[in-house]
């Protein structure tokens, strides 16, 4: 007797805590319509705004992405759906099993089911809501300053918000820009690959940040670029050891633990230096060994196609003072023209081993960009663009068309670009070969030269003429 009334009476408990629950959720689920009303509400109630309308929805919305809305609405429908279905289901349960032997969950059992069931769907449905965005009265018809963003309700992870959010300044001054707000910027690819960057942007603020740059270079790669700030704290390899003194640190392989070699397969410099082509980046085979790498550019070579470096420079005898290098690698062509008391910022992607980290512990600069971006330099500023092991002939005809002018964007008048071993298939030279033509540079050197029975080379050496225009 006594058991089954302990087990009665815990048994309407269990029930109440349900219908409370539900409750709640009717509570929400009504709450969601209403959301889903209020944008309508607009045109019935403002009937002198519906004017400005000129006759169709795009006029006022189209700064603002219903469907996204709609989108959002819909997502927490369905997360209410499933919630709900799950109480039934457990309630019917909690039904089958008094009738055959009593209510027979443990306390914790319970608590945990109350937790992770429901109250952490809830929670999220509820923070969704509270996170859609409509667009204000006031701020669709305000002339500028407060149209809604549409890809704000796009993402449902609160720093992505708030990243994409403008950010107008305080007490409504201009910036040094003579701004009044400021935007983040994130690549468009970013929409297309939602849920990695939501993953990306998924963490605690302040805390420190998951060891994912591996990830966040797949979003930059392709297309998600340029990837939202974090803020969240960076991690470091925790045994780090000061950089090598400057006249040490161009030719000498850094310190293993200055890098964190968590996401590559090989787990030192050693390793990348063993020339094993699965474990560094294949266009990079021996790159790790400046050994090597030191007698580029600088004599011995036997091929046409290999200019040195002190004759590219005696072209232009102390012009040539900043410059770029887009290719793959370790920084070596920056380390031998800093030499010459050239400098020279070198691109690199972490691909397959830590050429930005290596870069940078030899004393050069690294630059983080991929093909996607245009240059981060103003027009007619650089001396030199050097580029090898990069375009070479997998690349799409119209995208290198967009590089190459932002190339020519980028060099000054008489700046040079030095095309270093360019390859491709025979047959596509003429192609490739119109496109480095088009610009009319003048030509100092002009080298094609076998590369194998299918493949061809190509070296040049062009300067930008002056632009009277
Ligand atoms: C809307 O109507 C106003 C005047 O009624 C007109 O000046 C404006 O150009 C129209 N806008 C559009 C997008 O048709
Ligand atoms: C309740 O479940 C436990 C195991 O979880 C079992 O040992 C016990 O016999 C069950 N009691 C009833 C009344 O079914
Ligand atoms: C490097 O420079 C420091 C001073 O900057 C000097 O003391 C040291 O001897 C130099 N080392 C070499 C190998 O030249
Ligand atoms: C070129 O190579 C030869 C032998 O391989 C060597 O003796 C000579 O010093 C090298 N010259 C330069 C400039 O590296
Ligand atoms: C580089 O600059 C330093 C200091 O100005 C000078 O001593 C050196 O000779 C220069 N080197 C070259 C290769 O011009």
Not at 30 to 43: D, K, V
Not at 182 to 205: F, P, Q
Not at 413 to 438: A, E, H, N, T
Request: aromatic letters at 12%; proline letters at 4%.
């Amino acid at each position: 007797m006594e058991v089954s009334c302990f087990q009665r009476c815990r048994m309407a408990k269990v029930m109440a805590f349900f219908q409370v629950i539900l409750g709640v959720l009717v509570i929400v689920v009504s709450l969601t319509s209403l959301q889903r009303f209020y944008p309508a509400g607009n045109f019935f109630h403002e009937d002198d705004q519906c004017k400005h309308f000129n006759g169709t929805n795009e006029g006022g919305y189209a700064d603002f992405d219903m469907k996204s809305l709609s989108d959002r609405v819909d997502e927490i429908l369905l997360k209410l759906a499933n919630l709900q279905e799950k109480l039934e289901t457990q309630v019917q349960q909690i039904g089958k099993n008094t009738d055959k032997v009593g209510l027979n969950i443990s306390r914790t059992q319970y608590r945990k089911f109350l937790e992770e069931e429901i109250i952490q769907p809830l929670y999220s449905a509820h923070i969704s809501l509270r996170q859609i965005r409509i667009p204000k009265v006031a701020g669709i018809f305000g002339r500028e300053g407060h149209k809604e963003d549409p890809l704000i309700n796009f993402f449902t992870i609160e720093e992505i918000r708030k990243y994409v959010t403008a950010k107008p300044n305080r007490l409504g001054k201009v910036n040094i820009y003579g701004a009044h707000k400021t935007y983040n910027t994130i690549g468009h690819t970013c929409v297309l690959m939602r849920k990695e960057l939501e993953a990306y942007m998924n963490y605690d603020v302040g805390s420190y940040c998951k060891d994912d740059w591996n990830v966040a270079q797949k979003l930059m790669i392709n297309g998600c670029d340029p990837l939202p700030r974090r803020r969240c704290l960076t991690r470091a390899s925790k045994l780090y050891k000061k950089p090598l003194p400057i006249n040490q640190s161009l030719w000498q392989i850094p310190d293993d633990r200055n890098v964190r070699w968590s996401n590559y397969q090989c787990k030192s410099f050693e390793c990348l230096n063993n020339r094993n082509p699965k474990k560094g980046f294949s266009k990079c085979l021996g790159c790790f060994n400046l050994g090597k790498e030191k007698v580029k550019w600088i004599g011995n070579t036997s091929l046409a196609v290999d200019f040195l470096i002190s004759e590219v420079l005696d072209i232009k005898p102390g012009e040539i003072r900043i410059g770029l290098d887009i290719g793959v690698g370790t920084g070596t062509f920056a380390a031998r023209m800093r030499e010459k008391n050239v400098t020279i910022i070198t691109t690199a992607l972490n691909l397959g081993a830590p050429f930005n980290e290596i870069i940078a512990l030899r004393g050069l600069v690294p630059l983080y960009v991929t093909l996607n971006q245009r240059l981060p330099f103003f027009d007619n500023t650089m001396d030199l663009i050097h580029t090898s092991g990069f375009l070479d002939g997998w690349i799409d005809l119209q995208l290198m068309d967009f590089i190459l002018f932002d190339w020519d964007r980028v060099l000054r008048p008489g700046g040079l670009l030095w095309i270093d071993r360019f390859f491709c298939s025979r047959k596509d030279l003429d192609d490739y070969m119109y496109m480095f033509l088009q610009f009319r540079y003048k030509k100092h050197k002009w080298i094609i030269s076998v590369k194998s029975k299918e493949e061809v080379y190509l070296s040049a050496l062009l300067e930008k003429p002056p632009r009277s225009m």
